[in-house]
């Protein structure tokens, strides 16, 4: 938890305990619950997005999750990453190595923008993009 605390704060996301009711108490939020199924459940925020945007995480406790050998093949088919945009690739990078993360490659340019990957929590793949001449487009 301590590495996917430092990621949050590097790339100025916030965690919050109750998403729907922290910008619209009428919001639509939908929550899903499976019998037999124990998760943490951890919702991101961008604070300063508009329109409001959450990335929801889940840590399953129970059933036991099931092993994913690929899970580092960028290739395979399906969800592979996720992505973020960031100001200062560089200065990013430094603050989540110490804070524990580790690169899977080193920082390269591609296509308008210098990017890189990291091992995330539990081996997900996570891409940071910093686009030349500043916001993603």
Known sequence: MLYLGC???CIDLLSVSNPSSAHDPASD?????????????LTLVLAVASPWLEVQLLHYRHPEPLPDPAIENLARVGFNHICFAVDDLEATVA???AGGGALRNAVMDFH????VFLRGPEGITVEL????GGAAS
């Open 7 to 9: 990621f949050c704060g």
């Open 29 to 41: 939020h939908v929550t899903i619950v499976v019998r037999d199924h124990v998760a943490d459940h």
């Open 95 to 97: 603050r989540l190595q």
């Open 112 to 115: 308008h923008r210098k990017l």
């Open 129 to 132: 993009a910093e686009w030349k």
